[in-house]
């Protein structure tokens, strides 16, 4: 059984900064794919970024050049760095994980994803 824990959230000021961490518990970082996702305020829970076992990464068009997906096979978590925060970055985040070889096409699939996070609140507003 995986248990993943997010922190890191909080209030940030437009073009600000903010770095999510997810620590894992129960297997490695490293044998896992790990993808973060959101919930804007009244809407679907949406695809942020992933990052495959192996290489490859996939970002949402929303966040692409500004938001980075990472791990830490030492520290067993992944993090997502957030840069140039905008008020529609608002949301409630959740990292996510699985054990499985998604193909590249799926990864922004909820149905992907066995573990999850408890999801952490990250607020963007002046």
């Known amino acids: 059984q995986v248990q993943l824990v997010d922190s890191g959230g909080g209030l940030v000021q437009p073009g600000g900064s903010l770095r999510l961490s997810c620590t894992a518990s129960g297997r490695t970082v490293s044998s896992l794919v790990v993808a973060w996702f959101r919930q804007p305020p009244g809407k679907e829970r949406e695809f942020v970024a992933a990052?495959?076992?192996?290489?490859?990464?996939s970002y949402a068009e929303a966040v692409k050049g500004r938001f980075t997906v990472s791990r830490d096979n030492g520290k067993n978590a992944m993090y997502l760095q957030m840069n140039g925060l905008k008020p529609e970055d608002t949301g409630v985040y959740y990292c996510?994980?699985?054990?499985?070889?998604?193909?590249?096409?799926?990864?922004?699939?909820?149905?992907?994803?066995?573990?999850w996070g408890q999801g952490i609140q990250v607020t963007v507003s002046s």
């Open positions: 996510a994980a699985d054990a499985s070889s998604p193909i590249t096409s799926s990864l922004g699939y909820l149905s992907t994803y066995d573990y």
């Open positions: 990052l495959k076992r192996v290489g490859g990464s």
